[in-house]
């Protein structure tokens, strides 16, 4: 049976818990609707990049000198898994959502006698993969000093994965992220960069451009920069993903903290009333028997 | 005079957006003009000074990487980095005159060589222009 003493610390170091979860769930919620602003401003570049692309790419016919980010190396052996994690934890299932998509998609290409390697963005991820697969990391960038996210950030990641593509380290690649849905849902997202998938046209729908330089050197130009603007956003939804997931987290952890502290004082009180009891008894008790 | 939509967006934030009526863009086979009714073009761009002129105004941007989309009624420009010539940081823009001079040494094939050749070019001619208009601005 615990004493007075040990109730009344518990309950004070339960307190002083919720105390920081609730400042942690303030400082997520503002940090959230920062980084949702964001996302929703990147969205427009990312939307007419890929509607340019996706013209140009159904305008040109397959061919020899078409560039191999767009048409592949001809072959899926050997396959990039680019992991975009948080830096910090405290934020529930998001990391391990996350990861466990990717080892889902890794055990399974590997069942096919596929080569998988990671390219981790993110402490976290790469803490986690680390443990399962430590001899297939390539990379590991993290970005725990990058106080808001630019485009710099998601440039310098794209350019580390176009050399090791160029270097001929892998045949297809593909980004994790956690797509932002709303504040309480975040779903794991896996999309494929290398070679670029880009949804089909309807016919005629199309409008002639003049081009200039021509559409394959264009297309040249502008595909490298499409995997930094794919890795920027999956950036962005990443970091809103995150707010939403931390905030619901401390805010469950806040609501935890307040029924214990309920339950632990009701014990305090009925553990104090017991014992005032108990005295007086004695007291009484030894009143009588004078 | 007729006017049309100019969208300049940045992966970041959409820098402007609005009617003008004449916009100067550096295409990187050449600078070219669009107003009302252009034909659908699409052009990629080098670093260079982007103008844009509306009822009487005139603003120019720095735009450095990405592509321009036109047609009769809108102008769309996707750069990589769109910062008004105001806004232009000349310690920023003389670091990556030096990048791009080291790029320039360190490439190793002939083609990557004039590219960074061409790219210190184009930065060279935006530091020209832009220490020609500080000075003709402070007389």
């Not at chain 1, 998609?105 to 963005?121: D, I, W």
């Not at chain 1, 931390?246 to 014990?267: F, P």
């Amino acid at each position: 049976m615990p004493s007075l003493k040990d109730l009344r610390n518990r309950i004070a170091s339960v307190k002083a818990t919720q105390k920081i979860t609730k400042a942690m769930q303030m400082v997520a919620a503002a940090k959230l609707r920062r980084a949702q602003t964001a996302a929703e401003a990147a969205r427009p570049f990312a939307e007419r990049m890929e509607q340019v692309l996706g013209n140009l790419a159904s305008s040109i016919t397959t061919s020899a000198d078409t560039p191999l980010l767009l048409a592949g190396t001809g072959s899926d052996q050997r396959h990039l898994l680019i992991v975009c994690t948080s830096e910090r934890g405290l934020c529930g299932a998001f990391n391990s959502s996350i990861v466990r998509l990717v080892r889902e998609r890794a055990n399974a290409l590997m069942a096919q006698g596929k080569t998988v390697e990671f390219f981790c963005v993110g402490r976290k991820g790469y803490d986690q993969i680390r443990r399962v697969y430590p001899k297939q990391i390539v990379e590991f960038v993290d970005l725990r000093a990058v106080r808001t996210l630019g485009y710099d950030n998601a440039h310098g990641i794209a350019d580390k994965v176009i050399d090791l593509f160029n270097k001929g380290s892998f045949d297809v690649a593909t980004v994790f992220y956690s797509h932002f849905k709303n504040v309480v849902t975040q779903i794991p997202t896996a999309q494929q960069v290398i070679p670029a998938v880009f949804e089909q046209k309807a016919a005629g729908e199309a409008v002639p451009y003049d081009y200039e330089p021509e559409e394959s050197e264009i297309l040249a130009d502008l595909l490298p920069r499409n995997i930094a603007v794919q890795v920027f956003r999956a950036l962005l939804e990443n970091q809103a993903s995150f707010y939403g997931a931390q905030m619901s987290a401390m805010d469950n952890a806040t609501r935890n903290a307040g029924d214990m502290i309920k339950k632990q004082t009701l014990i305090y009180n009925r553990t104090r009333q017991a014992q005032i009891t108990k005295e007086l008894i004695e007291i009484i008790s030894g009143a009588e028997a004078l | 005079m007729a006017t049309f939509t100019f969208e300049l967006v940045s992966p970041e934030r959409l820098v402007f957006s609005g009617p003008v009526t004449w916009v100067d863009v550096p295409g990187s086979e050449g600078d070219f003009s669009v107003g009302a009714g252009h034909a659908p073009f699409i052009a990629t761009l080098r670093p260079g000074i982007l103008t844009v002129r509306g009822d009487g105004t005139a603003k120019r941007l720095f735009v450095r990487g990405g592509f321009a989309e036109a047609n009769p009624t809108t102008l769309t420009i996707l750069a990589e980095r769109a910062t008004p010539v105001e806004e232009i940081d000349t310690a920023q823009l003389r670091q990556l005159i030096k990048d791009a001079e080291e790029d320039v040494a360190d490439a190793r094939t002939d083609e990557a060589r004039q590219k960074a050749t061409v790219m210190l070019a184009d930065l060279k001619q935006v530091a020209d222009a832009l220490s020609q208009g500080s000075t003709t601005a402070s007389h």
